[in-house]
C-alpha cells in the first residue's frame, strides 16, 4: 500500500456508447470497485472506434493518471480496434500471442478457430495477459494501460484477476449527512467555510427528487478518519442549525 494517492482514468471505447444503444455500466462499476481498494478515478472519458482518438486519449490519461483501464474494442469484428491502438500508443508490434491462442483453445474447436476468433489473441508485445474465466478470450496490460473487455461481466471477471496486483494507496473514507427538505442555497455558504476549515476533506452536495420533493445530502470523503469525523461532526451541526431556521 502507498501512503500516497493512487489515481486511475477510465477510457471506455466504443460508437455504441456514443450513440445512446448501450448505457454505459462500466465506468460506474469500476470507479466504484476502485474506491473500496484505495484507488482514485479521477477521470472517466468517451471515445469512438477512431484509432487516433484512442491513441490520443491513451497518451493523455496514462501521462497522467497512475493507472488507465480501458473497456470495449477487443472483440473479433473488424471494429475492435483497441489493440492495435494500444500498440501504437506504446509504439510497439502487435501480433497473434500463443498464449492467448492457447487460452481461446480450451474453449474453441482448432476447426472452429477462424480469422475473426484469432483477432481476439492479438496481443501488443510486451504485454501480459488479464484472465478471462467466462469466454477466454484474455484482455492485456501493457505499461500502466489496462485493456478489458466491454461486456459487464467479463470486464468485472478482468477487473477481479488485476486488482490484487494494484498499487493501492489509502482507503478513502466517506460519510454521508442527510438534509431532507433543506435547500442547497441555505447551507452553500456553510460548506464553502467548512471546506476551507478542512482542506484535505473533499465536501460536495448532491441533490435528487424524492416523491416530487427535493432531498439533500451532503458527502464528506477523506483519508484521515479523525479530520474526517471531525469535520462531519461540524456539517451535521451546521445543518441542523439551517434545518432549525427553515422548520415552519
Do not use: C
Amino acid at each position: 500500500m502507498s501512503d500516497k494517492s493512487v489515481t486511475a482514468a477510465v477510457l471506455v471505447i466504443g460508437d455504441e456508447i456514443l450513440s445512446g444503444r448501450t448505457r454505459d455500466a462500466n465506468s460506474h462499476y469500476i470507479a466504484h470497485y476502485l474506491l473500496q481498494i484505495g484507488v482514485e478515478t479521477r477521470e472517466i472519458r468517451v471515445v469512438p472506434d477512431v484509432e487516433a482518438e484512442i491513441v490520443t486519449a491513451l497518451d493523455a490519461l496514462r501521462a497522467r493518471y497512475d493507472y488507465v483501464f480501458t473497456t470495449g474494442g477487443i472483440g473479433p469484428t473488424h471494429d475492435d480496434i483497441t489493440a492495435d491502438a494500444v500498440a501504437k500508443a506504446f509504439d510497439v508490434e502487435i501480433s497473434e500471442d500463443p498464449r492467448a491462442i492457447a487460452l481461446l483453445l480450451e474453449r474453441i474447436k482448432p476447426e472452429d478457430l477462424n480469422e475473426a476468433r484469432r483477432r481476439m489473441a492479438r496481443i501488443p508485445h510486451g504485454a501480459a495477459l488479464v484472465t478471462n474465466p467466462i469466454s477466454k478470450a484474455p484482455g492485456f496490460w501493457i505499461g500502466n494501460v489496462i485493456v478489458m473487455a466491454g461486456v459487464p461481466a467479463i470486464m468485472q471477471a478482468m477487473l477481479d484477476d488485476v486488482a490484487p496486483k494494484l498499487v493501492r494507496g489509502a482507503k478513502i473514507l466517506s460519510e454521508t449527512i442527510d438534509a431532507p427538505g433543506v435547500p442547497e442555497g441555505a447551507y452553500a455558504a456553510g460548506l464553502t467555510e467548512l471546506a476551507k476549515a478542512y482542506p484535505q476533506v473533499s465536501i460536495g452536495s448532491y441533490p435528487s427528487l424524492r416523491e416530487g420533493k427535493f432531498f439533500n445530502q451532503v458527502v464528506l470523503r477523506g483519508r484521515d478518519e479523525a479530520v474526517l469525523a471531525e469535520a462531519a461532526a461540524k456539517a451535521k451541526a451546521m445543518l441542523a442549525e439551517v434545518a432549525a431556521s427553515h422548520s415552519p
